[in-house]
C-alpha cells in the first residue's frame, strides 16, 4: 500500500452513508450538509492524546470506540441527535493493522447512529485522535448549563466512578477478573443519546460528566447562578466497584475517586419536582437506571453530605486538563 495521506483516507476512512443532508463529503476542500428549519445546529470537539487520555497500549478498536463516545456524549447532553463527524488523526506510521481494526470499529459506530463521516485531515507524529461531531436539535428543546432552578432535583444515569477504578485497575496492572467490568466502562463508555433525545421533553438543564460529578455540576451551578446539596449515600455505584473499595480499600468507599476523576460520560440533569414521575417512566422505557443525588439550592455552593450530615470536601475538584 502506498503510504500517501489520500492512500489512507481513501482505504480506511472513506465510509457510505444514506444520509440525504449530505451535500459534499469527501474529495473537495469543504463538505456541505443541509440543517432542516426549525433545528439547531450543535457542534463539539474532543481530542484524545496516547498516553494522556488512554493508557499507550489501548486496543485500536478500544480508542476508535471511545474517541466517539466522548463527543456523542457531549451532544446527548445537549439533547441533540447526531449527524456528521469530522475526523483529524495523528499518526506514528501507517500501521495496516492498527488502521483496520481502528477503521473497523469506526465505521461500526457510525452506522449504529447513523452518523456520516464527511471530512477530516490525517498527519504523522504521536497517536492522537480529533473529532468534531455535529448533530441536531430542535430550537426549543436544547438542553443548556444555565437553566437549572433552585429546588430542581439533580439526577445522573448508570454508575459513577467505574472509569477511574479501571484506570486504576489497568496502571497499577490489577489482575482481577471481578474487576474487568470497570476497565470495560473506561474504554467503552456507554453514551445517552436516546434517553436524552426524549428528556428534552421534561428538563432544561443537562451537562455531560466527564471530569467528574463535582467539576461538571459545578459548571451547571456557575451558569445557573445556583447552588447543590448532594448525599454521598444516593451517589450510585456498581458493584465492581464496591468489589475494588472492600478488597483494595478496606471498604472504604474513596469518594475522590467517584466524584472527582471523570471518564463517566454518563449524564447530570435536572428536573422539576412535577417532571419526576414523567422522567422516572422515561428511563423505565429505555431500561436505564437513574438516581436522585440531590437539589439545586440557593446557596450558590456545591455541598456534598454524609449520611449522617456531615459535610466534606475535595481537594481535587476533578480531571484536570493542564
Not at 440525504?20 to 481530542?47: H, M, N, Q, R
Not at 478488597?247 to 454518563?266: A, F, N, R
Not at 439545586?296 to 470536601?313: D, G, H, Q, R, V
Request: glycine content about 6%; charged content about 25%; hydrophobic content about 40%.
Amino acid at each position: 500500500m502506498k503510504n500517501s495521506e489520500f492512500d489512507v483516507i481513501k482505504k480506511y476512512f472513506s465510509f457510505p452513508s444514506s444520509r440525504d443532508d449530505v451535500v459534499i463529503y469527501g474529495g473537495d476542500d469543504c463538505a456541505a450538509v443541509s440543517v432542516p428549519a426549525g433545528k439547531e445546529l450543535i457542534i463539539t470537539t474532543d481530542t484524545l492524546i496516547s498516553s494522556v487520555h488512554f493508557p499507550a497500549d489501548t486496543s485500536p478498536e478500544d480508542i476508535a470506540f471511545k474517541s466517539l463516545m466522548v463527543n456523542l456524549s457531549d451532544l446527548a447532553a445537549m439533547g441533540a441527535t447526531p449527524a456528521w463527524l469530522t475526523l483529524a488523526i495523528t499518526l506514528p506510521d501507517v500501521d495496516e493493522q492498527w488502521l483496520s481494526a481502528f477503521s473497523n470499529q469506526f465505521s461500526s459506530v457510525l452506522a449504529d447512529f447513523n452518523i456520516c463521516l464527511i471530512g477530516g485531515d490525517t498527519t504523522k507524529g504521536a497517536l492522537s485522535i480529533t473529532i468534531q461531531a455535529m448533530g441536531l436539535c430542535a430550537q426549543e428543546k436544547l438542553l443548556r448549563r444555565d437553566r437549572a432552578r433552585v429546588g430542581d432535583k439533580i439526577y445522573v444515569t448508570g454508575d459513577l466512578g467505574d472509569a477511574a477504578i479501571g484506570l486504576h485497575v489497568v496502571l497499577d496492572r490489577i489482575d482481577d477478573e471481578e474487576l474487568s467490568a470497570c476497565v470495560d466502562r473506561l474504554n467503552r463508555p456507554e453514551v445517552r443519546i436516546r434517553f436524552a433525545e426524549a428528556l428534552s421533553r421534561y428538563s432544561r438543564c443537562a451537562i455531560d460528566i466527564s471530569d467528574g460529578l463535582a467539576a461538571d455540576l459545578g459548571h451547571i451551578l456557575s451558569a445557573s447562578d445556583c447552588g447543590a446539596a448532594i448525599k454521598l449515600s444516593d451517589i450510585p455505584f456498581s458493584s465492581a466497584a464496591q468489589y475494588y473499595f472492600d478488597h483494595y480499600h478496606k471498604s472504604l468507599i474513596d469518594w475522590s475517586m467517584v466524584l472527582t476523576q471523570g471518564d463517566d460520560y454518563e449524564l447530570c440533569f435536572t428536573v422539576a419536582r412535577e417532571d419526576e414521575l414523567a422522567v422516572k417512566q422515561l428511563a423505565d422505557d429505555h431500561q436505564l437506571k437513574i438516581s436522585c443525588v440531590g437539589e439545586m439550592t440557593e446557596s450558590k455552593k456545591l455541598e456534598f453530605f454524609t449520611a449522617e450530615n456531615e459535610l466534606i470536601s475535595f481537594s481535587n475538584t476533578g480531571f484536570k486538563h493542564f
